[in-house]
């Protein structure tokens, strides 16, 4: 008879914990099926910068230049920003065109879109310049090749498209590589001079990519006009614009709620500065609000108000006049994101007996949350980037937005126009940066060579059958595996298997400081040596065979904080984890008695790991794999990458205001208030429960 694990006294040291997923992370698995839109999924975007951290633009600018020439690091970052200044501050004063570029952009415009191509134009002319200045210790442009030389593109009206519908970003940076095959026929073999000042001002006629997209941008129109450019320019200490502060309204403090699925007001809500603490100044355009459409001055006035109404639960929800009204001369209380099923009696009183075509709900995101959008595309359409840049444009402020797996970076804001010295040292570090110096790593062109507890073995990265959507959190991407080499100590019995199975590569960012999957596993033979044959077969082929393992500490996300003087605590720190595994499967594949037969092979694998002292803690359909072997199918429980280690006989678990595991899975007890303020402890009931 299968007895549950029991509790024994408590022990007077209990493991350490790290914060499990939240925001995207959370839902990642499952977005792609039922968040279609960008209405579905901007709330977890919303969790994933809503405690973002803020910093100085200098600062930045600082950190951009030590990544153009990665040897001078360690060097007086002040002393390079300041050689930059002294270069481009000529240009600033005595270049004619630039400064009709910048007058051009300051005119009277009807309408946002209108500032596309004078901003365009202003940064392509100033690049194309910038290309023959040489500055000590910067790396010179021709070090560039010229497929990878940047210039921006008017990118609007011509959506990207992505896993939820399509996104459709104002302007983008991107290679010159991409600007000519994304050109029209007649302009794809132009010289670079007119693509970066005819080509690059109109939408592109085949849309760009996410994987060549470098630097989405964001505008926003709050004047119409803007002031006339200083007649001189001087270095100086730039006058730093308070960071744009993202609403509070789309996401409630306790979780999602309906009202989140219908709009999303465009009130400020705080980041977290350099400093640790929170910001409390406001952007002063607070009423800047973007739509899912681009709008005029004269189309503003015609859109729909959005009003609050309560739901049959006490929730509330958003809906515009129009449907209201709709709803009320049907006589239904339903609205469209409420998740409310539609009555009985609406469906039988249609006379066609055809159902009404509910409308997508039409959404007002902040200029933080779009960009944020952008963010998470290129990190999940690039797996192996590290890192990922947007740039928000209120008339002539600027703001820089950074996006790694710890979190969202945000900078303060820079009037280009009061300070074009820095602008200008912006887009000289821009254009100076190479390939790597965008995070966009890349193994898939090259082979890989890691070790692991059987020796050293030689693979290839192939295509990506699990992929990852978000921003926070590990980011789990699971590539297949061309091994062109074994590790030489691998047991007969695993190669057979890795012949016939296949083998995979599991790519994520784990938390620095939590024990590794690899000796989580490399820890349970240890701990069998006493146990009954009986609990010895429950675990015996029912654990995954890792082959090999690595670490790439140089793109931990502590870095770039440490450069910009964040505060940050070393428990939120994530390291890219390269991982190679036998290949098995989902047991969701399997019906009948075999379903049943895997999903009791894991039942009885995790009970006996549990009494071992080896917590799973992340229960989730998607850990429960399977694999066959002579003709029986296999169970196997895997994914230990929350797993923790306990002395053996241990029941209890560590406990905490954050909670790990994957969220439609969890234990409803881990989901308590008192659970959430660190009073429960994470027990092998609620693993089972999961």
């Given amino acids: 008879m299968l007895s549950t694990p029991s509790t024994p006294p408590p022990q007077p040291q209990q493991p350490k914990y790290t914060p499990g997923n939240q925001g995207s992370a959370t839902v990642s698995e499952y977005v792609e099926k039922y968040a279609p839109t960008a209405p579905y999924v901007y709330p977890w975007i919303l969790r994933d910068i809503k405690s973002h951290q803020t910093c100085r633009f200098d600062t930045m600018l600082k950190a951009l230049l030590a990544r153009c020439s990665p040897e001078e690091a360690d060097s007086d970052l002040g002393d390079l920003l300041k050689n930059c200044l002294e270069v481009v501050l000529p240009l600033c004063n005595e270049d004619s065109k630039l400064r009709d570029y910048l007058s051009n952009y300051c005119k009277d415009m009807p309408s946002e879109t209108a500032r596309y191509g004078p901003f365009v134009k202003l940064c392509n002319y100033a690049l194309d310049v910038l290309r023959s200045k040489v500055v000590p210790k910067l790396p010179p442009s021709d070090t560039i090749d010229e497929k990878d030389r940047i210039l921006f593109h008017v990118s609007d009206t011509s959506p990207i498209s992505c896993s939820h519908g399509h996104r459709k970003p104002d302007v983008l940076l991107v290679p010159f590589s991409a600007a000519k095959a994304s050109a029209e026929q007649d302009h794809q073999h132009d010289q670079w001079i007119d693509v970066i000042m005819k080509t690059a001002i109109s939408p592109p006629r085949n849309a760009f990519s996410w994987e060549s997209s470098l630097l989405p941008l964001e505008f926003k129109l709050a004047k119409h006009s803007l002031k006339s450019p200083p007649k001189s320019y001087e270095i100086k200490e730039p006058n730093h614009v308070p960071p744009i502060r993202t609403s509070k309204d789309g996401l409630s403090e306790d979780g999602l709620s309906n009202s989140t699925i219908a709009t999303c007001s465009t009130g400020l809500t705080s980041g977290t500065s350099a400093s640790g603490a929170g910001t409390s100044e406001a952007t002063t355009s607070t009423s800047i609000r973007s739509t899912t459409s681009k709008r005029t001055?004269?189309?503003?006035?015609?859109?729909?108000?959005?009003?609050?109404?309560?739901?049959?639960?006490?929730?509330?929800?958003?809906?515009?006049?129009?449907?209201?009204?709709?709803?009320?001369?049907?006589?239904?209380?339903?609205?469209?994101?409420?998740?409310?099923?539609?009555?009985?009696?609406?469906?039988?009183?249609?006379?066609?007996?055809?159902?009404?075509?509910?409308?997508?709900?039409?959404?007002?995101?902040?200029?933080?949350?779009?960009?944020?959008?952008?963010?998470?595309?290129?990190?999940?359409?690039?797996?192996?980037?590290?890192?990922?840049?947007?740039?928000?444009?209120?008339?002539?402020?600027?703001?820089?937005?950074?996006?790694?797996?710890?979190?969202?970076?945000?900078?303060?804001?820079?009037?280009?126009?009061?300070?074009?010295?820095?602008?200008?040292?912006?887009?000289?570090?821009?254009?100076?940066?190479?390939?790597?110096?965008?995070?966009?790593?890349?193994?898939?062109?090259?082979?890989?060579?890691?070790?692991?507890?059987?020796?050293?073995?030689?693979?290839?990265?192939?295509?990506?059958?699990v992929k990852h959507w978000g921003i926070q959190g590990r980011a789990t991407n699971i590539h297949q595996v061309h091994a062109t080499s074994y590790p030489p100590r691998i047991p007969s019995r695993l190669t057979e298997q890795l012949q016939n199975q296949g083998t995979v590569a599991k790519l994520l960012w784990v938390q620095s400081q939590r024990m590794l999957e690899s000796v989580i596993l490399e820890e349970i033979p240890n701990r069998m040596d006493d146990i009954s044959e009986e609990d010895r077969a429950a675990v015996e082929g029912h654990i995954p065979d890792m082959i090999a393992s690595k670490i790439y500490r140089e793109y931990e996300t502590k870095k770039i904080r440490k450069d910009l003087g964040i505060a940050a605590k070393d428990i939120e720190n994530r390291v890219l984890i390269l991982s190679v595994f036998r290949r098995l499967k989902p047991i969701t594949e399997l019906e009948g008695d075999e379903f049943f037969r895997a999903w009791w092979d894991c039942v009885l694998c995790h009970r006996v790991l549990w009494k071992l002292g080896i917590h799973h803690r992340d229960i989730s359909a998607s850990n429960l794999m399977y694999y066959r072997h002579q003709g029986r199918v296999m169970g196997v429980l895997n994914d230990y990458d929350l797993s923790t280690l306990t002395p053996p006989g241990c029941d209890k678990g560590p406990t905490g205001t954050d909670r790990t595991g994957t969220l439609p899975f969890m234990a409803l007890d881990l989901l308590e208030p008192d659970a959430l303020a660190g009073e429960v402890e994470h027990q092998y009931r609620h693993d089972f429960e999961a």
Avoid: C
């Avoid at 809906?319 to 469906?347: C, F, I, M, Y």
């Fill in 297 to 465: 001055s004269s189309r503003a006035s015609n859109k729909s108000k959005i009003s609050s109404e309560p739901t049959s639960n006490g929730g509330q929800i958003r809906r515009s006049d129009r449907l209201r009204e709709k709803a009320a001369a049907s006589g239904s209380q339903h609205s469209v994101g409420t998740g409310s099923k539609r009555p009985a009696e609406d469906l039988t009183s249609e006379s066609s007996g055809k159902r009404q075509k509910i409308e997508e709900p039409t959404v007002s995101l902040h200029v933080n949350i779009q960009t944020a959008l952008y963010g998470a595309e290129i990190l999940s359409h690039s797996p192996f980037s590290s890192f990922a840049m947007a740039m928000v444009i209120i008339d002539s402020k600027l703001h820089l937005w950074w996006y790694d797996r710890q979190g969202a970076i945000q900078t303060h804001g820079l009037d280009f126009i009061e300070d074009l010295p820095y602008f200008l040292v912006l887009l000289l570090s821009l254009q100076r940066l190479p390939p790597k110096g965008w995070g966009k790593g890349n193994m898939l062109e090259s082979s890989v060579f890691i070790g692991g507890p059987h020796g050293e073995m030689e693979l290839k990265l192939g295509q990506r059958v």
